[in-house]
């Protein structure tokens, strides 16, 4: 197992989606995670109270709301991993009522609403924040019908049976040898990552994350259909799978690039 992921050498000319987990991801984390060759959620990352690992937007009259998921304040820089569930505040009924009152009459809310209520209930069982939040992601994926595969930090290994191909900072320029095949424009073997959207305050940079002859990528997030008048940007699937139910794929398709190098 990797102690860090700067240590990991990576898949030649890949394109690597580092992501943080996220209890409801919205459309600018979908969008990297759609378009890149690997998904690695890093659940070895520093937890950050900033970040939306616990925490996903909503819809409502008003505008939005934030669901988050409370922490024992004494984990708060853990690994996310290690961090723990405050049960002592009564964040599920809390979290299914603001889900009920601000969606009970879109047109998925009664087709999904029994199974994702089970799902929360399930997931409150857990001690570690983490596996909540695994499990509250699987279940959405699912309904989206997403077949995308992701992995996890904490379970990559580096056996000679099962290599892992990640993110090596030291190799700052291509081999010799791959410059004599391939040309001197030979920057395509060399992995690119994609991190968080807006995660600066919370997301430790990764040094492949600014190669210069990269840019960073523009992605088409287009609005949708929301329960109430106007578009509010970034709420998570929940919003997305209430409103279009098994119709959302059409807006996750329409996550494109629109620029990936110079």
Request: net charge negative.
């Amino acid at each position: 197992m990797p102690e860090s992921l700067h240590d990991i050498t990576p898949i030649p000319g890949s394109i690597i989606a580092l992501l943080l987990p996220g209890y409801s991801p919205g459309l600018a984390w979908m969008a990297r995670a759609l378009n890149a060759d690997r998904v690695i959620l890093d659940d070895l990352h520093p937890f950050s109270r900033k970040g939306k690992v616990h925490r996903t937007k909503i819809r409502t009259p008003d505008g939005h709301q934030w669901l988050t998921i409370p922490f024992v304040s004494e984990d708060r820089r853990k690994p996310i991993n290690k961090v723990r569930i405050d049960h002592r505040r009564p964040w599920l009924r809390h979290h299914l009522q603001a889900l009920e009152y601000n969606y009970r009459n879109s047109p998925y809310f009664d087709y999904y609403e029994p199974e994702i209520r089970v799902d929360f209930e399930t997931a409150s069982e857990n001690v570690f924040l983490l596996d909540t939040v695994r499990h509250l992601m699987q279940r959405q994926w699912l309904y989206l019908e997403l077949s995308a595969s992701v992995e996890w930090t904490s379970e990559l290994n580096s056996s000679n049976d099962d290599p892992v191909y990640l993110l090596n900072p030291s190799r700052t320029q291509v081999d010799e040898s791959e410059n004599s095949e391939r040309g001197s424009n030979a920057l395509g073997s060399r992995a690119t990552v994609w991190q968080e959207p807006e995660s600066r305050n919370y997301q430790i940079p990764h040094p492949l994350a600014g190669r210069t002859d990269y840019v960073e990528p523009a992605f088409h997030i287009p609005e949708y259909r929301q329960h109430f008048s106007g578009f509010i940007p970034g709420c998570g699937l929940f919003d997305l799978l209430f409103e279009y139910g098994p119709d959302a794929w059409q807006i996750l398709d329409d996550l494109r690039i629109e620029v990936r190098r110079k």
